[in-house]
């Protein structure tokens, strides 16, 4: 009898601490939408695309890093003699050096909170159509029919910044695409854009087409020579077999990227121009 007083007591106190919580709304559940994984222990992400290089005419290269500490990692690696080669290898190729960790925390106090561990990635890309380095824009009409390919190769840096030392580099396997050039058709591969660049009349329809097996964007801004407007051009992402398409009423310029990829390098330049 003490016993099943006992047990009627425990069940009694669960029911009235159950209710209680109901209540005053103080379930897990009830609080989750109060909580914010980064803003935990009063901290908050900092994130700032850095712009260290813009490419130019004569050196195709992008230098970009996530937050400041992630650029002191891009900087230790470019001074690392085995980094050196490797982007004198390239050179002539169209590269991104992405400084893509570590992640910056600032805690409430103001002090930046982040790890030792910095990583780059180095993506060399190159275009040959018949064999033969491209790096111009193409009319379709011109190079209709022939044989385009293009090639990439990725290095990821991991750096120690509080030694400021490289620590290890890795190569990934070299990605190919292969096609014949279709008018008005732009393949998004395995993170690259082919025809890289194209130049195309006022009224087109240009087709970008998911041939690789992760989804891609076309995101930019299509720049109206007559009027100066700026377009945004965001297609959303796309599946593999899937497409965006958009048509260019207007002379003028869009400079587009990959959102996801473009530490690789993912980009494309779309010229609209009378011939």
Sequence with gaps: MKDYVTFVLIVGAFVVGGSLLLIFELLPEDRADEFHALSAGNMTL??????????????????????KVAAEAVAIA???????????????????????????????????????????????????????????AIRFETFQGKRAEA?????????????????????????????????????????????????VEPGTTVRWFNDSSIPHNVVGTYLKNKTSDRVQVDSGFFERDRSFQYTFD?????????????????????VIAEK
């Design 250 to 270: 207007d002379a003028g310029t869009l400079e587009y990227r990959c959102t996801i990829h473009s530490e690789e390098g993912m980009k494309g330049l779309l």
């Design 78 to 136: 470019q001074n690392d003699p085995e980094v050196k080669e490797i982007l004198q290898q390239v050179r002539g190729n169209s590269i991104t050096i992405a400084g893509v960790q570590p992640t910056l925390l600032i805690d409430s106090s103001g002090d930046l909170i982040h790890s030792s561990a910095g990583q780059v990635v180095i993506t060399a890309n190159q275009e040959r159509i018949e064999g033969k380095l491209n790096h111009d």
């Design 151 to 199: 090639r990439q190769q990725i290095w990821t840096i991991l750096i120690d910044i509080d030694r400021k030392a490289v620590q290890t580099i890795s190569k990934e396997p070299e990605r190919r695409m292969q096609s014949d050039i279709q008018p008005n058709f732009v393949h998004a591969g395995m993170n690259m854009f082919m025809p890289h660049a194209i130049i």
């Design 46 to 67: 900092q994130s700032e695309i850095i712009t260290i290089k813009e490419p130019t005419a004569e050196d195709d290269t992008r230098t970009y890093a996530i937050n």
